[in-house]
């Protein structure tokens, strides 16, 4: 049964911190893996990676992955209140495009002023 | 940005009602799925849609549940008689076709409430 495994399920910072997320999966077809975040309702895209040690940025955020260890970490550097959300990790795992994504607990974030 | 818009936003029914959760997916997308979270839970996956078919579904999707593309623009989600363990958050998320390398657009979601 594919599974995807997100660690710590709750971290608490204050602002300014650097946090560090991880997710690891065990699939069947390894497609891709993707980042959200999750304030109120629907989550938010961050980061797709499908290469190994390929960092993706985006402002104070990047991810990476890797596929020999089927790992990833999602990393917050000088967080801010704002930061404070769900993150969940998703991985696409199967035969055939478009099959479903297989979504980790999240790890909820709180960043403290 | 284009958005995958889904109504209603809130609903509240009986146990044993059926209820109908829409969904407009991006325009110029070709897979269409819905997933579930229960408050406080993980996001699950329910099903799959291409081709104005079915292409997966999980163990939750059962024969109470069923889906439609009835006019090319909208998606739903029927649950025929409801419990009380619907009770959850309601998904959309729509993606582009093959060769498209970006991630699913979620839907705003529809909380459900069966009382």
């Known amino acids: 049964e594919d599974k995807v495994v997100q660690s710590p399920l709750s971290l608490v910072v204050h602002e300014g911190d650097t946090v560090t997320l991880n997710c690891s999966y065990e699939v069947t077809n390894f497609r891709s893996l993707l980042w959200y975040k999750q304030e109120k309702k629907a989550p938010t895209f961050l980061f797709m990676l499908?290469?190994?040690?390929i960092e993706k940025k985006s402002g104070r955020l990047s991810s990476i992955l890797d596929k020999k260890e089927l790992f990833s970490i999602l990393n917050i550097t000088a967080t801010q209140t704002g930061d404070s959300a769900v993150y969940l990790c998703a991985v696409e795992a199967g035969k055939n495009y478009g099959q479903n994504f297989v979504f980790g607990p999240g790890t909820r974030l709180s960043v403290l002023p | 940005e284009p958005e995958v818009t889904q109504t209603p936003s809130h609903q509240v029914t009986q146990m044993g009602q059926e209820v109908i959760l829409r969904c407009v997916p991006i325009?110029?997308?070709?897979?269409f799925y819905w997933y579930r979270q229960i408050l406080g839970q993980k996001v699950e996956f329910l099903v799959s849609?291409?081709?104005?078919?079915?292409?997966?579904k999980s163990e939750i999707f059962d024969d109470q549940f069923s889906v439609e593309r009835p006019d090319g623009s909208n998606f739903t989600l029927k649950i025929r008689s409801t419990k009380l363990e619907d009770s959850a958050m309601y998904f959309c998320?729509?993606?582009?076709?093959?060769?498209?390398?970006?991630?699913?657009?979620f839907g705003s979601g529809t909380r459900l409430t069966v009382v």
């Open positions: 849609f291409y081709n104005n078919e079915i292409s997966e």
């Open positions: 325009s110029n997308h070709l897979y």
């Open positions: 499908t290469s190994s040690g």
């Open positions: 998320a729509s993606r582009g076709g093959q060769g498209i390398v970006y991630g699913y657009t």
